[in-house]
């Protein structure tokens, strides 16, 4: 990573510059994060940097088993991309429905302004903005419930799967997911809250089988860790 230079040393940005290179896979799954080593070729003080490291702890991006170990980038595995999923659908399930009957005629309509920037761009085969607005159409819909708690862990579920992401070979289906949008929308503008977390729901299900049929890379996520847990009487979805 290049060095941080002037303002650029806050701690905000350390958080920053670490959670890209987690998530674009430049700090690969698993790696070991040496607070010494970043800070001399960072040129910054331990400080920011391990406040950096607890915050993305929080967010599941690193763990630290143990305080000897030293923090690491958090591994990934089929089970618990499984789990991101599940956790996922729920959470904007249950925020499509609340959204339903919270939602402000404002927010429809920003929701369906991002809707249509994402056909535009798609059209144009600009495909660069696509990540970005769907995620805003996500945290758009959670926004609306006017619950803080849903908006942190949906951003936190995005967050997760934007991990996974680097070990996922798959053209995304651009073209699927705005008709699944368009399914969400309408239910919203009904504010029929049981279609919207149907629809909501059934995007997120879309999704995952669309990565499961994807190839995903043996080194960076581990496929033999995919199986219920032993003793607890877990059954796979």
Partial sequence: MD?????????DVVYDRLRQAILSG???PGARINIDA???????????????????????????????AGAHVAPL???EMRGV???????????????ATTIADAELAELQEMHEQMRFQFERGRLGPMSELNRRFHTGIATATRYATLREMTDLALLRVQHYRIGVRVDP??????TEHAAILDALRRRDPDDAERAA??????QLGVELRAHLDPELIDLDDDHPSVGTGAVEP
Avoid: C
């Avoid at 060095?3 to 701690?11: D, P, V, Y």
């Avoid at 406040?51 to 967010?59: C, K, P, W």
């Avoid at 289906?173 to 705005?178: C, D, E, K, R």
């Fill in 3 to 11: 060095r941080l230079e002037g303002f650029q040393t806050k701690a």
């Fill in 26 to 28: 430049e700090l690969r």
């Fill in 38 to 68: 970043l800070s001399r070729s960072l040129g910054i003080s331990k400080i920011p940097l391990r406040e950096a490291v607890q915050r993305l702890t929080g967010q599941g991006l690193v763990v630290q088993p143990n305080p000897h």
């Fill in 77 to 79: 595995s089929l089970r």
């Fill in 85 to 99: 999923y599940l956790a996922r659908g729920a959470m904007e399930g249950l925020a499509a429905r609340v959204a």
């Fill in 173 to 178: 289906a651009w073209g699927q997911v705005m």
């Fill in 201 to 206: 729901r059934d995007h997120v299900e879309w």
